[in-house]
């Protein structure tokens, strides 16, 4: 099941259908209701944040500093907009690559590399230090293999 980061993927929750989630904007937040993920099933892509003030992309560090300081998804939006911080889609091409993983994932065929593994843990890493201290709802996936490794920048 592909589909972006909406009430929709409860279907696949409900059916128990591995889940691509695309074009997620947010992934440490307070909420007051949960998708089910499952970590060794389901994977996700997020949006890229492109900070037009000085005109550069923000790495996930940067992302979740924001999620730390704001923490409601709400308030989350706003400081982008007050910010001048533009949320980019995922590209046609990185949700196909996304999907070709998951359809690896389901034959048995999909394997990381070394250097995915590193960038992999590395994510799991922020995240970790993006939740220190709150309760908040997390996007505990994943990241498509294809998407960070034509973005490892962001593991910066």
């Given at each position: 099941?592909?589909?972006?980061?909406?009430?929709?993927?409860?279907?696949?929750?409900?059916?128990?259908?591995?889940?691509?989630?695309?074009?997620?904007?947010?992934?440490?937040?307070?909420?007051?209701?949960?998708?089910?993920?499952?970590?060794?099933?389901?994977?996700?892509?997020?949006?890229?944040?492109?900070?037009?003030?000085?005109?550069?992309?923000?790495?996930?560090?940067?992302?979740?500093?924001?999620?730390?300081?704001?923490?409601?998804?709400y308030k989350i939006a706003e400081y982008y907009d007050a910010?001048?911080?533009?949320?980019?889609?995922?590209?046609?091409?990185?949700?196909?690559?996304?999907?070709?993983?998951?359809?690896?994932?389901?034959?048995?065929?999909?394997?990381?590399?070394?250097e995915d593994e590193t960038r992999q843990k590395r994510f799991?890493?922020?995240?970790?230090?993006?939740?220190?201290?709150?309760?908040?709802?997390?996007?505990?996936?994943?990241?498509?293999?294809?998407?960070?490794?034509?973005?490892?920048?962001?593991?910066?």
């Amino acid at each position: 099941f592909v589909a972006g980061f909406s009430g929709i993927l409860q279907f696949a929750a409900l059916y128990d259908r591995p889940m691509v989630m695309i074009n997620v904007p947010v992934m440490t937040f307070n909420a007051d209701a949960l998708n089910f993920c499952d970590r060794a099933r389901d994977i996700f892509l997020p949006k890229k944040m492109y900070d037009t003030l000085n005109k550069r992309y923000l790495t996930f560090k940067e992302i979740f500093a924001i999620e730390r300081q704001e923490d409601s998804r709400y308030k989350i939006a706003e400081y982008y907009d007050a910010h001048g911080i533009v949320l980019e889609e995922n590209t046609p091409e990185e949700i196909a690559d996304a999907a070709e993983e998951m359809l690896e994932r389901l034959n048995g065929t999909f394997k990381y590399t070394p250097e995915d593994e590193t960038r992999q843990k590395r994510f799991s890493e922020l995240l970790v230090w993006a939740c220190e201290g709150r309760n908040c709802f997390v996007v505990d996936l994943p990241v498509g293999r294809n998407f960070l490794r034509q973005n490892d920048w962001l593991l910066e």
